[in-house]
């Protein structure tokens, strides 16, 4: 199926790229001459030669047309006109970036392959951080989380795809610049642009507000300009789909009335046969389950800019950006706890297919539990920076860049209640359709008789990242063609998570509730419908959830109890409890970095050819601590590091509408932050124990880059790129498997509500993933960017004011992993293998194309962003890597200008109700989840003055 899906998008891609190719050769053979790139408003004052979308084309191709390196970008009237919910969603139609979404809008980016990790970010020249807690987990690393700031509040985004010198270091990916107001280059006298936006979702049923404006002052003399900006959103999404947390092999009670222990539901000695050992090692569903997640989220954003320029030879700018994202996420599960229950549940009538999974089953004795639960986040960011920009002489001249940010990202509740029921029979799944399995609850989960409250779990967090930034630049004109630039600067980067827990199960190992004090409670090895392992479900405590929007199969249970939040936690007393830190996710890394760089520009013509070259090299030293907890005591690792950072880039003109470049050059990206931790941290509930290296090296690179790009009439260009990386230090996971005592670690790192604090004997069985990261060998990339655009002039009549934009970009990688492997003997330890797969997060494929309309009054477009399969991790209990499946992204805009002034709008993202697939295993492909997020309509208006 996903090979003739590409296929079918490749032809479509193809045919749409080969009409436009037929239409330009037509033009051309129209055309007098070469046509030289179409002045904006700033080349000629008063002159404009296109308007609206087009010009903002046209000045996102002067930007890549001017620059010797590899550079892509966007403009704000062409950020603004797309129906787009942030930054991310804005960059995914730059050739080469493809996004991660999380709650169905976009978070982070991949360029050219590489994840976000290997991305550098800068607002306003300043390098920086935003992390936020929107998706499924807290971002806890050096990624950029780009939901956190609406499209609105900038101006330009410039996309860095080649290193040199004077390029800040850090990337093996790319450099993004994120720019906010200019208030300088704006017209003299007030500018007012404001915008408002209706956003209905059809998952959710419901309507929120977006706003946007921006007042800019520049004065008569254009020596003082000022500008502040603000944009506002409000949204209510849901996700809807199927979820199983993974798949497992495990020893179960009894298959089809054949006893596989020697007593049942605990303790005993297995007992082989064909039928136990066939389910033992065959892969069944951990945690089967239907739910929905709903999501609120409420970006605010305020913009700031002065900028004094009382000579052409002196401008000072101050800039000043101010973020807020509240993202409350609530989720809501109907499920079978599967995992590390295996012992006690009967199984009747199993089928498995050729991939040695057990697809259907009914199951008894089976424990029941359904899911609340709720998080709230926010994330704050600031940052204020400074510029002055002074020519010494007309020939040599500074830049003095300075400033602070700081991002902080909050979860002050993390809750989860659960009910549940641990002896239920009768209950059937079944995953022939993968997508939309079958899963039915023999008995009633609408009953509160048949529940119990047995967990109750609580875990704030704090992820802080801060940035302290000095540069000085330095150019001087050596002679005509030929210049020197010369620069140093000084980083400090703070990053710093706290974490505390009151996660607690309400029984123990019998006596009185954990919780309360007030029920006895039976022992842990009790079994049966008189057992006591919490508080009785009434109806007070509990609400009913319906299943709507799953497409769900005929039989499936769509209506089910869950704790009431509010009740519940009150009634505990959740948080009345006392925190205790979460060992593992106390840590931090501080980085100095200090540097400087020498580079030589020149530009010129030899033997009739004109050229335009950079060639440098850039110093830097780290110094890094990184502390953590270790076995109970506070540790931090010191140490250092440097690196000599060659680059060279080269344009060449053969003619004056085609260019040639060429780069190379070393590059770095510093470890993942969690990686680096001196400690470690331990998950009862999958059994796998983590340790950090703060010894890892970066990851080093060289980067070879070769492109070709042809000019071939206003606002178009048709370009291919060639592009290759050879990771030379790769730190890599590697996992083995053993027991949770053999790593000396305390019981009391885990959860209390955990399977492996819950039974102890767990702790001494070899079934945990022991985990670290080291040192690998390296890896490669390869890869071809193409991207044309044009608008469609040589068509007649109204075809003319059609246009298109298509860009692919193809990308193969390998690199060697450490994988745990299948058992392959019922209850046998995993092996360790070595398997050889792409890099994480790298998609071999991926597409975007945009048809266009634009008139003088009415603009219209249609937006396709197609990104192919991709691992983004390794797995656990026996699964070879996990990632997600393809995806294409439908969305469209219709715009309509009544005046000068104003401007009305219909947009809509998503427009097939796409679904995101996540998968395990890459050979067998097992359903993890599949969930789809609804369509967005957007109606608005836009007012400029």
């Not at 998950?683 to 070879?704: H, I, K, M, Q, W």
């Not at 359903?927 to 003055?945: C, D, I, S």
């Amino acid at each position: 199926m996903e090979v003739r899906t590409d296929r079918r998008l490749i032809r479509a891609l193809l045919a749409a790229t080969s009409l436009i190719a037929v239409a330009g050769a037509a033009h051309a053979q129209d055309a007098p001459a070469p046509a030289e790139p179409a002045q904006t408003a700033d080349d000629a004052e008063g002159e404009i030669v296109v308007t609206g979308f087009r010009a903002s084309l046209n000045a996102a191709l002067n930007v890549k047309r001017t620059s010797v390196g590899a550079v892509d970008a966007i403009v704000a009237e062409d950020i603004a006109k797309f129906p787009d919910q942030n930054l991310a969603e804005s960059l995914q139609r730059i050739p080469g970036i493809a996004i991660q979404r999380d709650g169905g809008e976009g978070r982070a980016i991949t360029v050219r392959g590489l994840g976000a990790q290997f991305t550098r970010v800068r607002v306003n020249g300043l390098e920086t951080v935003t992390t936020s807690s929107d998706g499924a987990s807290a971002n806890r690393d050096r990624s950029f989380d780009f939901n956190v700031f609406a499209s609105e509040l900038f101006s330009s985004i410039v996309v860095h795809k080649t290193a040199s010198a004077d390029l800040d270091e850090g990337s093996l990916g790319a450099v993004v610049d994120l720019n906010t107001g200019n208030p300088l280059a704006g017209k003299t006298g007030v500018t007012i642009a404001a915008s408002a936006v209706a956003n209905y979702n059809d998952l959710s049923k419901t309507v929120g507000p977006r706003f946007a404006g921006l007042i800019g002052w520049k004065s008569p003399d254009g020596t003082l300009g000022a500008s502040v900006s603000a944009a506002y959103q409000d949204t209510r999404t849901k996700e809807i789909g199927n979820n199983t947390v993974r798949w497992a092999q495990a020893r179960f009670d009894s298959v089809d009335g054949t006893r596989c222990w020697t007593a049942p539901n605990r303790g005993g000695t297995y007992i082989a046969s064909a039928a136990c050992d066939r389910a033992a090692l065959s892969f069944h569903p951990r945690i089967p389950r239907y739910g929905e997640v709903e999501h609120s989220r409420e970006r605010l954003g305020l913009t700031g800019s002065v900028q004094w320029s009382p000579t052409d030879a002196t401008k000072v700018s101050i800039d000043g950006l101010y973020s807020r994202f509240r993202a409350d996420r609530r989720e809501k599960w109907g499920e079978v706890l599967l995992r590390s229950n295996e012992r006690q549940i009967d199984v009747l009538n199993p089928t498995y297919d050729d991939n040695n999974n057990m697809v259907s089953a009914t199951l008894n004795d089976a424990w029941v539990r359904t899911e609340h639960f709720y998080r709230q986040s926010q994330t704050e960011f600031y940052q204020i920076g400074g510029t002055w920009d002074q020519d010494v002489t007309d020939k040599f001249r500074f830049t003095l860049l300075g400033g602070y940010s700081k991002s902080d990202a909050s979860v002050p509740v993390e809750t989860t209640l659960v009910f549940d029921d641990r002896d239920a029979q009768g209950y059937r799944y079944d995953y022939s359709d993968k997508n939309s399995p079958l899963l039915a609850f023999g008995t009633s989960v609408t009953d509160p008789a048949n529940f119990q409250l047995a967990e109750i779990r609580d875990r704030p967090s704090d992820v802080v990242n801060q940035f302290k930034t000095a540069q000085l630049r330095t150019e001087w004109d050596v002679a005509e063609g030929f210049q020197v630039r010369v620069g140093g600067m000084w980083r400090r980067y703070d990053y710093d998570i706290t974490a505390f827990t009151r996660d607690t199960a309400v029984c123990g190992n019998g006596g009185r509730d954990l919780v309360l004090g007030t029920i006895t409670c039976s022992a842990s090895t009790a079994f049966g419908p008189s057992a006591v392992y919490g508080f009785q479900a009434t109806p007070q405590l509990s609400e009913l959830f319906t299943l709507r929007g799953a497409k769900a199969p005929a039989g499936t249970t769509t209506q089910w109890l869950i704790p009431n939040l509010d009740a519940a936690t009150q009634f505990t007393g959740l948080y009345d409890r006392p925190l205790a830190l979460d060992v593992g996710n106390n840590r931090g890394v501080v980085e100095e970095t200090k540097g400087g760089y020498l580079q030589f520009d020149a530009k010129g013509t030899v033997f009739g050819l004109e050229y335009a070259a950079n060639a440098g090299i850039r110093y830097v030293r780290t110094d890094q601590s990184s502390y953590g907890i270790n076995s109970g005591v506070n540790v931090t690792v010191k140490r250092d590091y440097e690196d000599w950072l060659p680059s060279m880039n080269v344009a060449l003109y053969p003619t004056s509408d085609i260019i040639v470049r060429g780069a190379i050059a070393k590059v770095i990206t510093r470890p993942s932050l969690g990686n680096l931790t001196p400690g470690g941290s331990a998950d009862g509930f999958n059994f796998r124990v983590t340790s950090g290296n703060p010894f890892l090296e970066p990851f080093r690179a060289t980067n070879y880059d070769l492109a070709a790009e042809w000019y071939f009439a206003p606002q178009s260009a048709f370009s291919v790129a060639l592009f290759r990386k050879d990771i030379a230090s790769f730190p890599v996971a590697v996992t083995r498997s053993g027991t949770f005592t053999e790593t000396g670690l305390s019981p009391s790192v885990l959860v209390p509500s955990s399977p492996a604090a819950v039974n102890p004997a767990l702790q001494g069985q070899d079934i945990w993933t022991i985990a670290t990261t080291t040192n690998g060998t390296g890896a490669t990339l390869d890869g071809i960017e193409i991207a044309l655009q044009a608008p469609f002039r040589f068509l007649p009549g109204v075809l003319r004011n059609f246009g298109g934009i298509v860009n692919a970009t193809f990308v193969r990688s390998e690199a060697d992993y450490t994988q745990q492997a299948p058992a392959t003997v019922p209850g046998g330890a995993l092996p360790t293998v070595t398997r050889t797969e792409t890099l994480y997060n790298v998609s071999k494929r991926q597409f975007n194309a945009t048809l266009y309309y634009e008139d003088a009054k009415f603009s219209a477009r249609t937006s396709v962003a197609y990104r192919g399969p991709y691992v983004d991790g390794g797995s656990g209990t026996g699964n070879i890597f996990e990632g997600y499946d393809s995806i294409a992204n439908v969305d469209a805009s219709i715009r309509y200008k009544l005046t000068d002034f104003l401007e009305l709008s219909l947009e809509g993202t998503n427009l097939t109700d796409a679904y995101r697939r996540r998968i395990v295993d890459v050979d067998a492909r097992r359903n993890y989840e599949n969930n789809h997020f609804g369509r967005t309509l957007l109606v608005g208006a836009r007012v400029k003055m």
